[in-house]
T-cell receptor, first 113, second 111 residues
């Protein structure tokens, strides 16, 4: 049982490049979400999914796309990276409607130059 | 906007109880109070949650006031490893988009 796995752990992109941040969980959790955390700030919700085939926007969705084709995976795509997207990205998952708490991944540290 | 208010920072002596307050005066009747912590740059870790009653687990205790407008997370015997940012959030179990993390409280446990 690996929990929530995020890859890569570190990434440097040039402005305008695209990439996909991977998130996978092996706990059969229905709910998955992506947060970003800028230095000295709290976590801001980007996108979330309440099940396979269902996604919705959070607080700061612009510049990011998501899809949820399986229960296990919830990738986050940056179509054209910008320096403002330099941040630490966390993926989280939980089970059930009355959540017993989210399980977070260890994060992806992204720098856009 | 975050629906909770927490002090930005607190200190606690090692071995003493750490009491972290949180105000959530606009909490709805079906919203839970959740606490998480984030040690350095790791992913946040779930601690505890509650609706009305006080709750206790192996990590901490959660005391919710009778009017539910505020709560306190208690770490009974703080250690240096408890130094972290602690987040108090409120949310409804089936409304995940409403779960907003504010800046939290930075707790420093001092030897």
């Amino acid at each position: 049982n690996a929990g929530v796995t995020q890859t890569p752990k570190f990434q440097v992109l040039k402005t305008g490049q695209s990439m996909t941040l991977q998130c996978a969980q092996d706990m059969n959790h229905e709910y998955m979400s992506w947060y970003r955390q800028d230095p000295g700030m709290g976590l801001r919700l980007i996108h979330y999914s309440v099940g396979a085939g269902i996604t919705d926007q959070g607080e700061v969705p612009n510049g990011y796309n998501v899809s949820r084709s399986t229960t296990e995976d919830f990738p986050l795509r940056l179509l054209s990276a910008a320096p403002s997207q330099t941040s630490v990205y966390f993926c989280a998952s939980s089970y059930g409607r009355v959540t017993n708490g989210y399980t977070f991944g260890s994060g992806t540290r992204l720098t856009v130059v | 906007d975050a629906k909770t208010t927490q002090p930005p920072s607190m200190d606690c002596a090692e071995g003493r109880a750490a009491n972290l307050p949180c105000n959530h005066s606009t909490i709805s009747g079906n919203e839970y109070v959740y606490w998480y912590r984030q040690i350095h740059s790791q992913g946040p870790q779930y601690i505890i949650h509650g609706l009305k009653n006080n709750e206790t687990n192996e990590m901490a205790s959660l005391i919710i006031t009778e009017d539910r407008k505020s709560s306190t997370l208690i770490l009974p015997h703080a250690t240096l490893r408890d130094t972290a940012v602690y987040y108090c959030i409120v949310g409804v179990g089936d409304s995940y988009d409403k779960v907003i993390f504010g800046p939290g409280t930075s707790l420093s446990v001092i030897p």
